[in-house]
């Protein structure tokens, strides 16, 4: 993985473990529900960026590698299973 991206990824991980704590916290408290589901849409969000960033690391790094070593058969179902499970 590439050094930046790993940072990157590690850092908005970071954040979301502390949302969640706020979350928990949001709930143990009994918080306004409204309030709750605006927190966890921000964790989805968030968790969302963390997938785009490993997505743009594995096509930048493992992708391209296995389509120079011929195996674009496997690139192109790696990215398609992504893609679906993107659209869930």
């Known amino acids: 993985m590439k050094y930046e991206i790993k940072n ?3 850092r908005r991980l970071q954040i979301i473990e502390g949302q969640i ?3 928990e916290e949001m709930v143990e408290k009994e ?3 409204i309030d709750i ?3 966890t ?3 989805k969000k968030a968790l969302s960026g963390v ?3 490993i997505l743009e690391n594995h096509l930048s790094t493992h992708a391209i590698h296995q389509i120079k070593m011929g195996e674009t058969g496997k690139a192109t179902a790696e990215i398609l299973k992504v893609y679906k499970l993107k659209r869930k």
Request: hydrophobic share 40%; charged share 30%; net charge positive.
């Open 21 to 23: 704590r706020g979350l």
């Open 37 to 39: 589901i605006t927190q």
């Open 8 to 10: 990157k990824a590690l």
């Open 51 to 53: 997938e785009d960033l």
């Open 31 to 33: 918080k306004y529900c």
């Open 41 to 43: 849409s921000a964790v």
